[in-house]
């Protein structure tokens, strides 16, 4: 599985910030006991100051085969996120959501200016020329998170010894899940925990459809 | 029904065949068309039902797109997204318009309205339809009729807003009015009208509903939608049916200019059958009128044609054997002259008033001729005579063969001189000799006249008056006799006549002179012949010709003849009893020989006055016995059964054969004088004489020559075997006591 370039920071800056320092590794079942993948396992501490994103702190939500990639994003409040276009053809990426609104009118190649994701929730990224291109970004105020793989297993390393409560979230998850509380200490937290959600369903890219027109 | 004519007949079973038939098809088209306007009925509501069907989802498809697209205007989405209600509810009227929806709803994910263009509903409100969004959740979209809260009734289509995901729904409802149903209408065929199942009213219609409950004019089809409502489809019936009724319409036109035309034409065919027909028939009257002389018209090849034809056969066969009847009825054969009968037509056909003449011409010494040169030659020689007589006919006349040599003429309009004239011209055409096998045959004749009307009514009273002049003429020698010179005094002296002979008989003015017969062979008078003579008191002595053939004519004789019988057979007694051995001759008429006493009556004188039947001898002329040759044989047979000598008198005038007197119980010719009076100056009369003798011998008869006048006639009838003479130069007629005494004075010479 790919390693997210903001987890390995928050893993960097935790190692960096305090000596004591473990993992929390989780498995994310849905009730029926499969795995979920591309959910965000977010771990925000209870007490004590929350590490601000650096500055410059960036991501990257490439467009690739007329696809946004990733399909789920999580990111730090205040992370600038780039939406290069490696396609041939243009995109026209925007979001309606309340968090953030923006809009990147026909373009190709990388933008100007990267979005930067300045308020905490959720953000629906879609494409307003390809109507089945999808992305959702999760912006938090913690450096403390990590996505499932396709196994629904997730580690978010380097978090500094204390009391956190850990949430779940999914784009299509059914419901909200109530969000726990764990202890970090020296030793790796293992939690396996449940969550009602629909896996991605890919769209059809309706404008490959020959009969269409 | 009780047809009149043929005609008729023929075009009432034409045309009522036809009617009948176009009767059968008419109803067969009617009750068809009525199963065809059935069947294509639900057909079209069928087809209409689908169509409307297929439009309504096609109308909804479009819709939906329509709503789809909208929703993924990016402006559109934008604005949604903003949940600035004002904006919201501008840019849905904005986009509403855009693709004519009359309504349009925008509700949140949570099934509230964020705003509508329907005035009535508020921002936050449910949405009033949550059974569509429950179709759209499942189905990403949804569609139905559903009537709003102002009671219209719209076309409503549910579809997402997606940014990407949804982010609300949006409702957009396109009226259905009547005019919506007026274009369904349009395209299905169909009348179109929106119910709610249960309720009255109607919520769009393509037109008044007021055909909708009555069920005879209209069909219907009833097409459910959602939400409780249903299509009315309504097809007027009369549509359908109007091609048929047209068709019906135009066959019943058809129909009747058939009939028209088969009338007309059987009335034609009918009466080109009937013509003939009635052709036939009138010619077949005509026929039974017994006009066969009008043809047929020409008969054509048809059946009708053939009876024609055979018709015509017909009419040419009755015509020639009616002609041939004719002939034998009015034609004589041997010489093809009118006959008797045709004679007495003709006279029939007289102008009355106009006067005419009847002439009689006979040849003389016919029979002689006859036998003694046979019948062909005696054939040929009437044809001979016919052939000579009839160019001498003249317009309006006749000439007729009545029987054996006996011709007639008649002639219209001609007065005695006219008639003497032409009786002489017949003469002198009789004059010229005729030749016969290149024998010369001189032919003399008699013609005896009768005058119409002055000698009679009738033509065969004229006829037997011309008879009886024409034996006066042969008497006399004259040639030519008119009926009014012999029996023939005008009728008042002819009735004064009458009266005379009864008074005579009555007063005994009759008597009788008796002439001596010679036998030639041994020169004694033998028998004498008992001859009438009357003395009238007033005008003297009667010569017999003049009073009896009247008698004969009048049938007095009847009374006469016994008489002389019995006078006869008197006298015969006396001379039989003073030993005289004398037969005596009576003659008799064709009356008394037809008398069925005549036999008995002869018997009983014979017996009462004691004479041998031998001494009777009865003399009858040839005419005489052709009126009735059966009755006259059979009492000829009786008479000869007593034993009487029974003589045939004048023989030769007329035309019997010796063949057939010989089957008679005859003992006797008597040959007329007129052939004697010739003998000695024709050799060719001589031969036939010496001919008729020697026939007669052969036939047993004995010959008696009349009207021997001279010794050298005399002399010649001894030579040539003739048995027994009569005439004057023998003996006259005398008295009983004259004869007496003739008889002791006569001296036979045997040398003469």
Known sequence: ?213 | MSSRSLRHRIAIVFVGLLVLVMGFVLALVHSSSARIVERETQRELAVGAKVFQRLLEQNQRQLETAAAVLSADFAFREAIATQDQPTVRSVIRNHGQRIHAQVMMVTGIDGRMIATTQRAAAAGDPFPFPDLLAQAEAAGRSAGFRQMKNGQLYQVVLVPIMAPTRIAWVAMGFHVDDRWASDMADVTGLGVHIVRAGTPGLLASSAQRAALEGGARYAHVDVPLDGGLQAVLQLPVAQVQAPFEQLQGRLLGVIGAAVLVFALGSVMLAGRIVQPLNELSAAARRIALGDYAQPLPPAKGDEIGQLAASFEQMRNGIASREERIGRLAYVDELTDLPNRTRFLEAFGRLTPGGGGAVLVVNVDRFALINNALGHLVGDRLLRAVAGQLAPLVPPGGMLARLWGDQFAFLLERADADAARTFADAVLAALRDPVTLDGQRLDIEAGVGIALYPDDGPDASTLLRRAELALAAAKRRHSGVAFASETGAEPAHEQLSLIGDMRRALAAGEFTLAYQPKLALGSGRIVAVEALLRWQHPERGSIAPARFIPFAEQTGFIREITPWVLDMAVRQAAVWHAAGLDIAVSANLSTLDLLDPYLGRRVRGLLERHAVPARRLCLEITESALMDDPTLAQAHLDELAGLGIKLSIDDYGVGQASLAYLKSLPVDELKLDRSFITAITESPRNAAIVESTIMLSHALGLTVVAEGVETQAELRWLRAHGCDIAQGYGIGRPMTAAQLQDWLAAFVPDMTV
């Open chain 1, 1 to 213: 599985m790919p390693s997210s370039s903001p987890a390995l920071l928050a893993l960097l800056l935790a190692a960096a910030a305090s000596v004591s320092a473990a993992p929390v590794e989780v498995l994310v079942q849905t009730p029926a006991g499969g795995p979920v993948a591309d959910a965000a396992v977010i771990v925000e501490p209870l007490a004590g100051p929350v590490p601000h994103a650096r500055a410059g702190a960036h991501a990257a939500i490439e467009q690739r085969g007329r696809e946004f990639m990733p399909w789920m994003t999580v990111v730090q409040t205040g992370t600038s996120v780039d939406f290069p276009n490696n396609d041939t053809i243009r995109h026209h990426v925007y979001s309606f959501s309340e968090p953030k609104r923006f809009e990147i009118k026909l373009y190709a190649g990388k933008p100007g200016k990267p979005i930067v994701f300045d308020r905490p929730g959720q953000v629906d990224i879609g494409c307003n020329i390809h109507d089945w291109m999808e992305a959702h970004v999760l912006v938090v105020d913690t450096p403390y998170f990590a996505r499932t793989g396709a196994d629904g297993r997730a580690t978010v390393a380097g978090v500094p010894a204390g009391r956190y409560r850990l949430r779940l979230w999914h784009p299509r998850q059914k419901a909200q899940v109530a969000p726990d509380e764990i202890d970090v200490d020296d030793a790796p937290v293992r939690l396996t925990l449940a969550l009602d959600a629909k896996p991605r369903e890919p769209r059809p890219h309706t404008e490959d459809d020959p009969d269409r027109y």
